[in-house]
């Protein structure tokens, strides 16, 4: 899903993508892609920290991390302490940010939300899209 013009990224868990229909995640990469954001598909099977570590070499802005499972929580701490958003879409990712905000992420960067495509405001208001 990522393209090579963007200088931001959002890291979205492959769960999470494929709960979404697939003309929904379509409608959702073309909104972050109007902000100049790329949505990078994030293998759960390996380490989601060190997929985010590897791959902010090559983008200069790392928005967030969009998750719902327990795999997916090291990928919110790495996103988080590069100044991303930790976006939880329920499951154990959202007991964890509940749990964590204000102690291991500064208050402001958990997000919870019900659906994928409802993160999309707070997206914007997290990088001034407004």
């Known amino acids: 899903m990522a393209q090579g013009k963007h200088l931001s990224v959002l890291f979205a868990s492959q769960g999470v993508i494929a709960k979404m ?5 379509t409608k959702f990469v073309a909104q972050l892609d109007a902000l100049g954001i790329a949505v990078i ?3 759960t099977n ?14 200069s802005r790392i928005v967030g991390y969009l998750g719902h499972s327990e ?18 879409v329920g499951g154990p990712a959202s007991v964890w940010c509940a749990r964590e905000e204000g102690r291991s992420v500064p208050f402001g960067k958990c997000l919870e939300v019900s659906q994928p495509s409802n993160a999309i405001q707070a997206i914007q208001a997290a990088i001034g899209g407004f």
Request: hydrophobic residues 40%.
């Open 21 to 25: 229909p697939q003309e929904t995640v």
């Open 41 to 43: 598909t994030v293998d």
């Open 46 to 59: 390996v380490d989601t920290g060190a997929q985010v570590e590897n791959a902010q070499h090559t983008h």
């Open 71 to 88: 795999a997916d929580i090291p990928g919110f701490v790495a996103a988080t302490k590069r100044g991303g958003l930790a976006i939880a």
